[in-house]
């Protein structure tokens, strides 16, 4: 068969491209992937109960981007879904990111009105601020709030999810779930927010269904290297893999995940997620029926629990970004600069970014207009 593009990787970014090259230059596409499964990270499955789960952890889709929520709507119907996190603290559930509402939860009235006006008056009602921000507020009275908060929601679940402390890591990493001075209990306020319909896998397969897409399951580049020869490629593996770890290993965290069913049980926690920040040695739980809307007796929760990565023993999930990681990410980066044109590195593995699912399909739908349909355009 005539290969003009190898596609490794079938995760959001692989998946992406290989439609658009399929479907928009009329190009054979092979698409490789290692796992016997497509769909990367965001592959969904029915567990041995019949209830459709994230295997990788709980996806949940949101965007403010019109371009990218029309883009996958050609390939999935969506089920609405609002994300809502609860953090268990001294016991109690407060509402995450941490707001208004948590605030009156975990302390006496006097001083929660007190603390709400002081932070409106701050920061306005509404805006958004990262813990380590709020840490460093000139007001004595703010500082400790803030002081409080990095404690009991972010010290523990930072530390276990990535082995090291909030100030070790790029501030944005706390910065995605800041102190919100609101009374809005949801995770995100995108605009777009909705899981596909039939699940991510079934997306990914309608995407896949092109004459000019075929598909090699169970299968590492590194197996077939030099079969298709002229192909031009896109990788979305891990960078540092590609390149024989040649300027050594990047970092990242891996996860374990042990799922619990419950038959006789409709339901086993409040919202689909519930964080420890504090207790236990894993991160959260997260029952998957709240996610999906699914209607079936019983019900299955996952528990999540970082761990690090060995190369060989379990996956790269979470690049970790840090200064010192991104400046060996560069030399990495500096060599696939000596492919271009020829091989594309596309995606959270192959950029060490810590892309969220449209940044992801926003970065391939970018790549396709302004790289790769170009070289047709003559
Ligand atoms: P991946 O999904 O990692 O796909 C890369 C693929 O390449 C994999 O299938 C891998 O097996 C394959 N591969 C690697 N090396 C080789 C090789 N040598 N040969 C062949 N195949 C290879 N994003 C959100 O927007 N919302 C969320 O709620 C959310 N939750 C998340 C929860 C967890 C626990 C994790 C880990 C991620 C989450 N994300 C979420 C991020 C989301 O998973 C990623 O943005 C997205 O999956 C990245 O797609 P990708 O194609 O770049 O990478
Ligand atoms: N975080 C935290 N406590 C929480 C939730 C998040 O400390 O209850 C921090 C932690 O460092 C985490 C980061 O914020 O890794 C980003 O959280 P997010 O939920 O976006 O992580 P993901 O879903 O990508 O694992």
Redesign the pocket.
Known sequence: MKVDWLV????????VLAERIAKELDQKVMI????DHI????YDCYDANDILVHK???????TNSKKVWDYLSTFTEWTPYQHRVLAVVEGRKVPVPFNLNSLEILFPKTYSEKMERLLIEKYGLGSKVPILTLKKDQQEEIRNFANYVYQNIFLGYTSKQWGMKPEELDPSVTGRVPVYISKDDRYFQDKYQAVPKHGYTEMFRNMLKHPNIKLLLN????EIEGVFGDAKKIY???ID?YFNYKHGTLPYRS?KFNPLYYGDRETFQETAQVNYPNDFDFTRMTEYKKITGQNVPGTTVII?QACPYHPEMNEP??PIPKKEYHQLYRKYAEEAKALQGKVFF?????EYKY??????VARALHVFEKEVQPIYSD
């Not at 769909?39 to 965001?42: I, L």
């Not at 892309?355 to 992801?360: C, E, G, K, S």
């Open positions: 490794i990787g079938a995760g959001f970014s692989g998946c490789i992937e290692k796992r769909g990367g990270n965001a990788y952890g709980p996806h949940l889709f949101h299968t590492d580049i590194k979305t593996g891990p893999s996860l999540e999930y979470y596309i995606g959270r593995l192959a892309y969220n699912m449209d940044q992801v």
